[in-house]
């Protein structure tokens, strides 16, 4: 498997991010850009790409919404995304410099996101309407076609419970998140394995062992899933969308989660995010971290609490997509 380093960032102004102070620490480093472009920031992405260009780091695009409108690609807006990403790729293509790849960020609209995370469940977004993911599903493989035919990769990004769902097949969780990936012609498939935020969102119930273990089974799951496509996001180090994110306590964290996927055979690796990274000096030692370990001798061994989360989440996609199966109208034709 091909060794990659990749960052994500976000928020940081397209004008700091493509300083050669900025710039300069990721070649140093041969570590690739990723880079969120709204829709209000599609006209700037051109300038950004020169200066990338200049400084010899490859980039990705990264097209994501306006809040109001989900913010992530998924069953709930994908109108929305398709108009954004076919602006961006026309943008795109009057660029003398272009992008290596554009992410598919596949995720739940932003508000849902947020009351699920804060444990909202009953104002949360239930969805039993099965047919909504075949009808997704057919859009982004329309759309990652589009992607492919001007000459450029299509990367997934996805959920971590995704790993949970029956290889191949578009399973409960695909169907409770809206985001298919099953199936569709995807380069890559990055799996957003945060074990801060394992630890975070878990409000204490899972350590930072617990979520190490987690890690490594999800490093390892992707890897017999996708194989060679397979990659991870990890972090994250400080920031993010939903604003209460738990970040890593010190570089070493950082050190340790690249070593766990490492050991899994996982050599794509991204990391969330560049924003964290600046805001956290010094600097270097979070970088080097990332891409000057090496891997675990050992891989972490399951804990009880680790596995009680894995089979919690497997017993869920199962659930929802028994009920999904229940509601499912009958094929045309049938009985």
């Known amino acids: 498997m ?23 620490l990721l070649a140093e480093r041969s570590i690739e850009l990723i880079v969120a472009v709204q829709p209000d920031a599609r006209r700037g992405v051109r300038t950004l790409l020169r200066a990338c260009a200049l400084h010899g780091v490859e980039v990705a695009v990264w097209p994501l919404l306006d809040d109001g409108e989900g913010r992530w690609p998924s069953d709930a807006n994908t109108g ?3 108009g954004h990403l076919l602006r961006l790729l026309d943008e795109l293509a009057a660029s003398e410099d272009r992008p290596a790849e554009v992410v598919f960020d596949l995720e739940p609209p932003i508000a849902a996101a947020r009351r699920a995370l804060a444990l909202r469940l009953w104002d949360g977004r239930v969805d039993l309407r099965p047919a909504n993911l075949e009808r997704a599903a057919a859009h982004f493989e329309e759309l990652v076609m589009e992607v492919v035919s001007r000459g450029l990769e299509a990367t997934a990004v996805v959920p971590p419970m995704l790993v949970l769902d029956p290889p191949g097949a578009a399973g409960g969780w695909q169907r409770l998140l809206g985001t298919p990936v099953a199936d569709l012609p995807f380069a890559r498939v990055t799996v957003m394995a945060y074990t801060s935020l394992f630890e975070g969102y878990s409000r204490g119930a899972l350590a930072r062992r617990d979520a190490r273990a987690l890690l490594a089974r999800l490093c390892r799951e992707a890897v017999r899933r996708w194989g060679s496509r397979a990659s991870a996001a990890l972090g994250v180090v400080g920031g993010g969308a939903l604003g209460d994110e738990l970040p890593y306590r010190v570089p070493a964290e950082l050190a340790d989660d690249v070593a ?67 509601t499912r109208p009958p094929p045309r034709g049938g009985r």
């Open 2 to 24: 091909r060794r990659r380093r990749r960052v994500w960032s976000e928020d940081l102004p397209f004008d700091e991010l493509g300083s050669s102070e900025v710039l300069g």
């Open 260 to 326: 766990i996927a490492r050991s899994t055979g996982l050599e794509d690796l991204s990391l969330y995010g560049l924003t964290g990274v600046l805001s956290r000096r010094p600097v270097d030692r979070w970088l080097d971290a990332f891409v000057r370990t090496d891997p675990a001798p050992v891989l972490p061994a399951p804990t009880l609490r680790s596995r009680a989360a894995w089979a919690a989440g497997w017993t869920a996609g199962r659930a929802f997509e028994l009920a999904c199966a229940v």
């Open 80 to 82: 929305a995304f398709r």
